[in-house]
């Protein structure tokens, strides 16, 4: 059996390291093909090293635009790489222009598609991912759930008999990481002169966010407000964007840093005293690694990090500083996204397919 994976953003990059190595372990033929829709090497090249995943087999390299433009130049070049290869599967990762292109080439194809994360919503159809994740659910042919909330959803959209209950692949290399960190602390520490404990960590890149310079405005005087030390991790798109406004990230007690590698993003969080983000992946791994996170948006598909009062919705950014300050979460022995061993089931799953 051969399997194709499409994957192009830094999540779906973690989201990869497992199911490569579970390939592997199954003796599954495992084609990689990288879009290249990040193309920073610390959101992109530095996984396949730190994550022990196999280079790529084809790197389509479409860098930067819109969403059009970006999407179209992969739907552009994906058929004839999966002519060229011919596999049983395409896997597609999560919620981003490369999910859908692939997607669409494959299905238009008659290659059997199957989509890891399947059935997460946020019913924000303002979001571009939203889109990317309902057209992708509703064209593939097997849809790999990470819970039993985005299995409901999927039951209700008429998706149920096509739906398998896999867990979180990210839960997976997580805990991996986590345990081989084994209590190293966080290079930030000696790096800004942090007390462990005492300080946020911060990613600010989704465009609800970034793209209104007055908002954007607002966000990053809040986080620089805050009590204690903000490590913001400044995405490029960030950086682009607060350059073209005049906005100034170094401001109060906000500290701008690179993008971390995902080995030491994980020792800032567990170092870290809470987490600021839009992220979906981060949040996640916030609530895994039980530290508290306020989440910078209206929404989130990680419901279950908000029902056990791990993460906290905030959508007016003067409020941010009253939620980060809210008391700690109670503690919770709940594992809504798997155990582990998310991968193994995804291969054996296809395997079976």
């Given at each position: 059996?051969?399997?194709?994976?499409?994957?192009?953003?830094?999540?779906?990059?973690?989201?990869?390291?497992?199911?490569?190595?579970?390939?592997?372990?199954?003796?599954?033929?495992?084609?990689?093909?990288?879009?290249?829709?990040?193309?920073?090497?610390?959101?992109?090249?530095?996984?396949?090293?730190?994550?022990?995943?196999?280079?790529?087999?084809?790197?389509?390299?479409?860098?930067?635009?819109?969403?059009?433009?970006?999407?179209?130049?992969?739907?552009?070049?994906?058929?004839?790489?999966?002519?060229?290869?011919?596999?049983?599967?395409?896997?597609?990762?999560?919620?981003?222009?490369?999910?859908?292109?692939?997607?669409?080439?494959?299905?238009?194809?008659?290659?059997?598609?199957?989509?890891?994360?399947?059935?997460?919503?946020?019913?924000?159809?303002?979001?571009?991912?939203?889109?990317?994740?309902?057209?992708?659910?509703?064209?593939?042919?097997?849809?790999?759930?990470?819970?039993?909330?985005?299995?409901?959803?999927?039951?209700?959209?008429?998706?149920?008999?096509?739906?398998?209950?896999?867990?979180?692949?990210?839960?997976?290399?997580?805990?991996?990481?986590?345990?081989?960190?084994?209590?190293?602390?966080?290079?930030?520490?000696?790096?800004?002169?942090?007390?462990?404990?005492?300080?946020?960590?911060?990613?600010?890149?989704?465009?609800?966010?970034?793209?209104?310079?007055?908002?954007?405005?607002?966000?990053?005087?809040?986080?620089?407000?805050?009590?204690?030390?903000?490590?913001?991790?400044?995405?490029?798109?960030?950086?682009?964007?607060?350059?073209e406004a005049d906005i100034d990230l170094e401001q109060?007690?906000?500290?701008?840093?690179?993008?971390?590698?995902?080995?030491?993003?994980?020792?800032?969080?567990?170092?870290?005293?809470?987490?600021?983000?839009?992220?979906?992946?981060?949040?996640?791994?916030?609530?895994?690694?039980?530290?508290?996170?306020?989440?910078?948006?209206?929404?989130?598909?990680?419901?279950?990090?908000?029902?056990?009062?791990?993460?906290?919705?905030?959508?007016?950014?003067?409020?941010?500083?009253?939620?980060?300050?809210?008391?700690?979460?109670?503690?919770?022995?709940?594992?809504?996204?798997?155990?582990?061993?998310?991968?193994?089931?995804?291969?054996?799953?296809?395997?079976?397919?």
């Open positions: 059996m051969k399997i194709l994976s499409v994957v192009g953003a830094r999540p779906q990059f973690v989201k990869l390291a497992p199911i490569d190595r579970a390939a592997r372990e199954a003796g599954v033929e495992h084609v990689i093909v990288h879009t290249g829709q990040h193309y920073d090497p610390m959101l992109s090249d530095i996984f396949f090293s730190e994550l022990g995943i196999s280079s790529p087999d084809v790197h389509l390299g479409v860098g930067s635009g819109s969403h059009g433009v970006q999407t179209g130049a992969m739907l552009g070049q994906l058929d004839a790489v999966f002519d060229a290869h011919a596999p049983d599967w395409v896997l597609v990762y999560g919620d981003t222009n490369s999910t859908v292109a692939a997607a669409l080439s494959a299905v238009k194809m008659h290659i059997p598609v199957a989509h890891l994360e399947a059935g997460l919503r946020s019913f924000n159809r303002r979001m571009p991912e939203e889109h990317n994740r309902v057209l992708t659910d509703h064209a593939a042919d097997i849809l790999l759930a990470p819970t039993e909330v985005a299995m409901a959803h999927l039951a209700d959209e008429g998706l149920k008999a096509r739906s398998v209950l896999v867990g979180d692949v990210m839960t997976d290399v997580l805990y991996s990481t986590r345990d081989e960190l084994s209590g190293e602390p966080s290079v930030l520490i000696d790096e800004l002169g942090l007390t462990p404990g005492e300080f946020q960590v911060a990613t600010i890149h989704r465009a609800e966010n970034t793209d209104d310079p007055v908002r954007l405005a607002q966000i990053i005087e809040a986080l620089g407000a805050l009590a204690t030390p903000t490590v913001l991790l400044a995405h490029p798109r960030l950086v682009a964007k607060a350059a109060g007690n906000l500290r701008v840093h690179r993008p971390l590698a995902y080995r030491d993003l994980i020792a800032a969080v567990l170092s870290s005293g809470h987490v600021v983000t839009d992220s979906g992946g981060l949040q996640k791994e916030a609530f895994l690694l039980r530290v508290p996170c306020t989440t910078v948006r209206t929404e989130t598909e990680w419901v279950e990090t908000v029902q056990l009062g791990w993460n906290a919705l905030v959508s007016d950014p003067s409020v941010l500083a009253e939620t980060v300050a809210r008391p700690a979460p109670s503690p919770t022995d709940e594992a809504p996204y798997g155990e582990g061993s998310a991968a193994r089931r995804v291969v054996e799953v296809l395997s079976a397919g």
